[in-house]
């Protein structure tokens, strides 16, 4: 069981940066490919970023490829998200997730079997 709570979201302008954070509890954590999907009004959730459990992978949404940055801390069961020249496109709900099944890393939602409560990113233009 793993069980996640993300902060860090808030009202900006375009150009700003923001740090999500996404604590998770669970004995599995630092082995469980974590990832950060997000969710707009009238959209679909969709993917954003994902980092394997040591680090060494992670994939980006070409939307956010280059400005985002995924990063985790096993010692403080902590995954974030960078988040830089932020646009009013990324205005969503952040959504962090883990996959318990020790797979690779994927943008495919179906198999993060975990979720967090979400947290609101606006970015006003």
């Known amino acids: 069981q793993v069980q996640l709570v993300e902060s860090g979201g808030g009202l900006v302008q375009a150009g700003d940066s923001l740090r999500l954070s996404c604590a998770a509890s669970?004995?599995?954590?630092?082995?469980?490919?974590m990832g950060w999907f997000r969710q707009a009004p009238g959209k679909e959730r969709e993917f954003v970023a994902a980092?394997?459990?040591?680090?060494?992978?992670?994939a980006y949404a070409d939307s956010v490829k280059g400005r985002f940055t995924i990063s985790r801390d096993n010692a403080k069961n902590t995954v974030y998200l960078q988040m830089n020249s932020l646009k009013p496109e990324d205005t969503a709900v952040y959504y962090c997730a883990s996959r318990s099944d020790q797979g690779w890393v994927t943008p495919d939602p179906r198999v993060y079997d975990y979720w967090g409560q979400g947290t609101q990113v606006t970015v006003s233009s």
């Open positions: 980092i394997s459990w040591s680090g060494a992978t992670t």
């Open positions: 669970g004995r599995t954590f630092s082995r469980n490919v």
